[in-house]
């Protein structure tokens, strides 16, 4: 019995931490891509016709760099300057935003999905409800183990980006359900190979500022 359970936890772990690489659909022109390597180590990309955005935690450490309307590339210390911000705020007299409890309920199911032939997913009917407000909407869900584990781990970088916010209660459904598609947003790609470390580099100008950073 011991065995067993080592052997669960092991392979768990495995499915986890692995390499991966997610590709959404943002509305017409739009995707996201999401590069995992390991929980130090995750990259974020929304591409547009306007350009790019990056969101990167390399070593633990996260950052944030733009590539919009055809200009060079910037890099920022990301936690820098959260920590400037939240300063401010606070001399402000700002609260932090507080979000309400959502709840999604399904209706019923109205059909089965596909995602690149190899991931089973369900179109839903569903009832949202959020701040006293309900709303019928449509999603695509799925159990794969492999998109589960992957999207946590896409959504415990998405929550350091954004201040906090759980954005567990929009994804995370009971008995092992994830979201993977809404209205303007689609899982098209899923893949485990191994992401190169090359993804993760950070470029000169942010090198810059952290020997600048270094020599105060």
């Known amino acids: ?14 499915v986890m931490f692995a390499d991966f690489t997610m590709i959404y659909e943002m ?3 739009g995707k996201q891509i999401v590069k995992y390597k390991d929980n130090g180590n995750i990259k974020l990309v929304i591409s547009s016709e306007n350009g790019d955005i990056e969101q990167l935690i390399v070593d633990k450490k996260a950052y944030v760099a733009m590539s919009l309307g055809g200009k060079e590339k ?6 820098k300057i959260s920590k400037g911000m939240s300063m401010f705020s606070s001399a402000m007299g700002d609260e932090q935003n507080t979000t309400s409890d959502v709840k999604i309920k399904m209706l019923k199911k109205l059909g089965d999905k596909k995602i690149q032939d190899s991931i089973t997913a369900e179109e839903w009917e569903v009832l949202v409800e959020d701040g006293g407000e309900k709303i019928k909407d449509k999603i695509v869900v799925t159990k794969d183990k492999r998109v589960f584990n992957a999207t946590k781990e896409y959504l415990k970088a998405l929550k350091r980006f954004s201040g906090g916010e759980d ?3 929009f994804f995370i ?3 092992g359900y994830v979201v993977v598609g809404i209205e303007g947003m689609q899982l098209v790609n ?8 090359s993804a993760f580099k950070i ?3 942010e090198i810059q500022i952290e020997n600048n950073r270094s020599k105060k």
């Open 1 to 14: 019995m011991l065995k067993k359970i080592f052997l669960v936890s092991v392979v768990t772990s495995a």
């Open 27 to 29: 509305g017409k022109d």
């Open 74 to 79: 910037k890099y920022m210390d990301f936690d």
């Open 167 to 169: 954005f567990d209660k």
């Open 173 to 175: 459904l009971e008995n």
């Open 190 to 197: 899923f893949d485990t190979k191994k992401v190169d470390s």
């Open 203 to 205: 470029g000169p100008m």
